[in-house]
């Protein structure tokens, strides 16, 4: 940090100023991904998009490249210093260019207009840089680099970026192809950097890097422990899995995501296209929070109570209809076992409501003891399909529709009766209401198979036994981060034994023992009676 250029100042906007910036990255994002304004090859700032879709377009080129016998060359270009070194003024134009609503375009322009730099009491107007430390910097980027991630470099050449990270991509039936086919398209990127006030960064550090030493500097960090111990028992001390397990498994979601092949988790077969994702992007001026309220007994209208239940690693669901203290009608249903109770709470709550509109009762109580499932849909940035079409039905029915929590167990009869109805179609044979599930129900049985092996490997190990005789099972939850507790877990620290092991000290505890281990300090040390 020896150079100015080596800062990047964070902007610090206030209260009203974050409100206001989230509001506009929010419906500018909207529009530009609605719209498809914004360049598929861009990976970075984006949702739905991640470094693990970046890396399959960069496989998938590679094999279409194989495929007709060509072979790959891939050339990685930074830029030096890039979001502070955006022309305001180009980026006006570009943002002129794209068809933008004209109050958002009016918007940016003034929330970029007259910005200063104070430092102390010296202060400065500025008219380059995205504003970093904001909502709306990273869209901007997105914008102002749009115009290179759509030029065409032929048929053979390939561009893509993750945020400032550009990456060029060609095919050549022989590697001194690869020369001339990439001086024309450099070029045409040197020419882009110039005409928008950006340079090239020319120094490049590469490094390849084994996963299970950059995992290790990391867990020795994390608990403060001796650079002696072994890595699988770091990982245990850390409650971090091994790297490479969790490699393994989180590709399943990957290749999930993608929809190519199908996949077996935990025993579960899910077949391509199967899983029901986040609407993507959704008109930020049409999210609806649902409110719930608690519920009393002095409710008028039709009370409905709902309840799911899981039983044997089977799913069920109910809802029962209370008029004037008398149960009017009822309904069980069997779902798919790979769901959740939260689904089947989710989806009582849906049939409850259909069962409403109906029939027209107004004001129709839905009443439910499931908390999670009710701040779902109070939540304005949950997503998820199932909740979606939940608050449509509630917005789009004449009449009025109210939700409560109630606590469970507490003797109340319609509560009761609907946990006795969902438990009822756990012994159904047939599943009455399938359902898909959803990513995060598969990202727990992941979670599960990444301990399964995870277990399995520290138990068969043959490295870190002093750790195992203390810590046979593994657990996410442990961290295990004390410096003087873990030299007495791992045996590795300011223990006569491990000095005498290591550096040839004598290896005797002052108390006259012979060898002080940590089996001695914690069982039989006199020093250490009280």
């Known amino acids: ?5 080596h800062f990047r100042p964070i902007c610090l906007l206030p209260c009203w100023g974050k409100v206001l910036d989230k509001l506009i990255a929010e419906r500018l994002s909207y529009h530009l991904e609605s719209d498809h304004i914004l360049s598929e090859n861009q990976f970075g700032f984006r949702k739905n998009r991640s470094t693990v879709l970046a890396l399959q377009n960069i496989l998938d080129f590679h094999e279409e490249g194989s495929n007709s016998k ?8 930074d830029m030096s210093n890039t979001f502070n070194a955006v022309d305001w003024n180009l980026l006006n134009k570009k943002i002129q260019s794209i068809n933008l609503p004209k109050y958002i375009v009016s918007i940016i322009q003034h929330f970029l207009s007259e910005r200063q730099v104070c430092v102390h009491d010296q202060t400065k107007k500025y008219n380059r840089g995205i504003p970093q430390g904001s909502s709306l ?6 914008v102002f680099i749009n115009d290179l991630l759509q030029k065409d470099f032929g048929p053979n050449i390939k561009i893509q970026a993750f945020a400032d990270d550009i990456l060029l991509m060609l ?3 022989a590697t001194d192809c690869f020369t001339n086919n990439s001086k024309e398209a450099l070029s045409t990127i040197d020419s882009w950097t110039r005409e928008n006030l950006m340079t090239i960064n020319h120094r490049k550090v590469k490094q390849n890097v084994k996963t299970g030493q950059l ?3 990391g867990l020795i960090n994390i608990t403060k422990s001796y650079r002696t111990v072994s890595t699988e028992a770091l990982q245990v001390l850390a409650g971090v899995p091994p790297l490479d397990i969790q490699l393994k498994h989180l590709h399943k979601i990957h290749l999930i995501k993608l929809g190519r092949s199908q996949v077996t988790i935990n025993g579960l077969t899910i077949q391509p296209n199967s899983i029901t994702f986040r609407k993507p992007f959704l008109k930020p001026w ?3 929070a649902i409110n719930w309220n608690h519920f009393s007994d002095n409710m008028q209208g039709t009370l409905i109570y709902t309840d799911g239940s899981k039983i044997n690693d089977r799913v069920g669901g109910a809802f029962v209809v209370l008029e004037q203290d008398k149960e009017t009608y009822s309904q069980t249903f069997r779902l798919s076992d790979s769901v959740k109770v939260f689904m089947a709470e989710l989806a009582a709550i849906e049939k409850a409501l259909d069962f409403a509109i109906e029939h027209s009762k107004s004001p129709a109580n839905i009443i439910s003891d499931s908390r999670s499932v009710l701040l779902a849909l109070e939540n304005l940035n949950n997503l998820d399909p199932s909740i979606l079409n939940i608050k449509d ?9 109210r939700l409560f929590w109630i606590k469970a167990h507490v003797g109340h009869m319609g509560n009761e009766r609907a946990d006795v109805l969902a438990k009822e179609p756990t012994t159904n044979p047939d599943i009455q209401h399938p359902t898909v599930a959803n990513l995060h129900f598969i990202k727990q049985l992941i979670k599960k198979e990444i301990l399964a092996e995870w277990q399995d490997r520290w138990s068969n190990s043959t490295k870190g036994r002093e750790v195992f005789l203390l810590l046979p099972r593994v657990n996410v939850t442990r961290v295990q981060g004390d ?3 873990n030299q007495l877990i791992s045996g590795h620290g300011a223990l006569a034994a491990y000095q005498h092991r290591f550096f040839g000290k004598a290896a005797d505890c002052t108390c006259g023992h012979p060898l002080e281990d940590r089996k001695h300090l914690i069982y039989d040390c006199p020093q250490w009676d009280n």
């Open 1 to 5: 940090m020896d150079h100015p250029s």
């Open 70 to 77: 060509q072979m790959t060359c891939l050339i990685s270009i």
């Open 137 to 142: 910097g990273p869209i901007l980027w997105n």
């Open 171 to 173: 095919k050549a039936p």
């Open 215 to 217: 995992q290790r500097s």
């Open 286 to 288: 049409t999210k609806t």
């Open 393 to 401: 039905k509630i917005l789009n029915y004449t009449g009025q529709v």
């Open 483 to 485: 410096f003087y507790v």
